[in-house]
């Protein structure tokens, strides 16, 4: 799964455990159509090709699909036509009807769903593959509209994700650590220059507490003046001195007939309250409404978090991510820039989120990256995740040597997983469609016999 693996379809995690008709033989050449060439219409054929070296592969791409995976494909032995696989004929010069299967891995899930109910009265005996973004209407799709099989790589590799970011650390230290770390000595001086720092963000509860203090010192000079110069009970020069502050004035007490010191006291106080409150109050207006408030809750359970999974990105993959982790009732983190996204709003106030650049170290140690058992980085950007992972990493290694963190990366590059694999074991590289696309090939060239036993989100319970 991280560098193009076999296409092994006895992994469990890869199809494995689906069941087939004997009706149908491993000997029988299989024609099969591949519409959209992506990063997962490319992995499909790869795996096509390798549990089928004998099938027919053709693919429907557009005409500005980029020649290195033109090349790619026809290297494999795929035939290519250029189009636009929703119109009919496109798909008849694919040759459609003497195909045995249709597989759509256009990222557009109205697209091949659209192009896939065309396709079912073009061709009643093809055996059609959809590949879904939305994994919660896959049931339904097979089910009204004779889809044979709707799979969503997003939730097949959320699955994936969290069945190794939940495995268990060794109690061990990896040999560098034992070798260079020691309890009782600090390590050695890095004779490289010491990382840039930013200085810590500004605290957007220094105002509100600054005047809160303004004003409670205000109060109680008032009361402590009233309550000397007028001889009043504390009560009443409580009373009185509220009564100013708030511009109400009753008229049961006043400061006509008193000293102009106390009266231009007086004075002092009406106006000075009257702007703290104001001031008071438009600060505690915009503390809530800012999500200032919201934010300070989510640091606060963040901070109580311990032996977690902090989860870096709300896309899809990362929003399923969090939704089996929440069905497993396993305490998570969620860092996530897009504070308006549906994602974080349909989460908020259920699971703490540090809103923020994941990759950065403020919002690391805020979701409590040196008390976390596992960080997994689902962002659709390569360099992104990467750069999540080395931070973290670099955050444990400089403040708490002896824990131990497993760190999850997505990477859709084949070849950079590879390479990172080859070079350090302290990183997990994953990608959706590794993970997806064996099951695809392996539906795609035999006949699956579906159980009925379908989750809500497309996935087979025997798939987890």
């Not at 503390?287 to 606060?300: P, T, V, Y």
């Not at 596992?374 to 400089?398: F, P, R, V």
Request: hydrophobic residues 45%.
């Amino acid at each position: 799964m991280v560098s193009n693996p076999p296409c092994d379809t006895a992994n469990p995690s890869q199809g494995g455990n689906l069941l087939y008709n004997d009706d149908v033989s491993n000997d029988e050449v299989s024609s099969v159509i591949i519409c959209g060439l992506g990063r997962f219409g490319i992995r499909v054929v790869e795996c096509v090709r390798e549990q089928s070296p004998s099938a027919s592969i053709t693919v429907i791409t557009a005409p500005a699909t980029r020649a290195d995976r033109i090349r790619r494909i026809e290297s494999l032995g795929a035939h290519t036509v250029f189009g636009d696989f929703r119109f009919a004929e496109t798909r008849a010069e694919a040759g459609i009807k003497e195909a045995t299967s249709l597989i759509f891995c256009a990222p557009s899930d109205t697209d091949n769903l659209a192009a896939a109910l065309d396709a079912r009265g073009e061709a009643p005996h093809l055996r059609i593959l959809i590949r879904l973004d939305e994994g919660r209407f896959a049931q339904r799709l097979m089910q009204d509209f004779g889809i044979d099989l709707a799979l969503s790589p997003a939730a097949l590799a959320a699955q994936e994700f969290c069945l190794v970011a939940l495995e268990p650390m060794p109690d061990m230290l990896p040999p560098k650590l034992e070798r260079d770390v020691s309890p009782r000595r600090k390590p050695a001086a890095s004779p490289l220059p010491q990382r840039f720092r930013l200085p810590p963000p500004y605290d957007t509860r220094r105002p509100l507490i600054l005047l809160a203090i303004l004003l409670m010192t205000l109060f109680l000079a008032g009361v402590e003046v009233f309550q000397q110069a007028l001889h009043l009970p504390l009560v009443d020069a409580i009373y009185f001195t509220a009564t100013i502050i708030t511009t109400v004035g009753f008229g049961d007490y006043n400061l006509l007939k008193e000293s102009p010191a106390l009266k231009l006291f007086g004075t002092v106080l009406m106006f000075g309250g009257v702007m703290l409150v104001a001031l008071l109050t438009s600060f505690i207006t915009n503390f809530f409404l800012s999500g200032a408030a919201s934010e300070l809750r989510n640091e606060r359970m963040a901070k109580r978090a311990q032996n977690h999974l902090i989860v870096c990105g709300l896309g899809t993959v990362g929003f399923e991510v969090v939704r089996m982790l929440s069905e497993q009732k396993t305490p998570m983190v969620i860092i996530d820039d897009s504070p308006d996204s549906n994602a974080v709003r349909l989460l908020a106030g259920r699971i703490p989120i540090i809103q923020g650049d994941a990759s950065s170290e403020s919002a690391l140690l805020r979701a409590g990256v040196l008390r976390a058992r596992s960080i997994i980085a689902c962002l659709s950007d390569d360099a992104k995740n990467l750069e999540i992972g080395l931070t973290a990493q670099t955050l444990i290694q400089e403040r708490r040597p002896e824990h131990r963190m497993r760190i999850v990366l997505r990477c859709f590059d084949a070849e950079l997983a590879r390479r990172i694999r080859e070079a350090s074991a302290d990183y997990i590289l994953l990608s959706s469609a590794d993970i997806a696309a064996p099951i695809f090939a392996q539906v795609a060239l035999k006949s699956p016999t579906l159980s009925t036993a379908e989750s809500a989100d497309g996935v087979r319970p025997d798939l987890i």
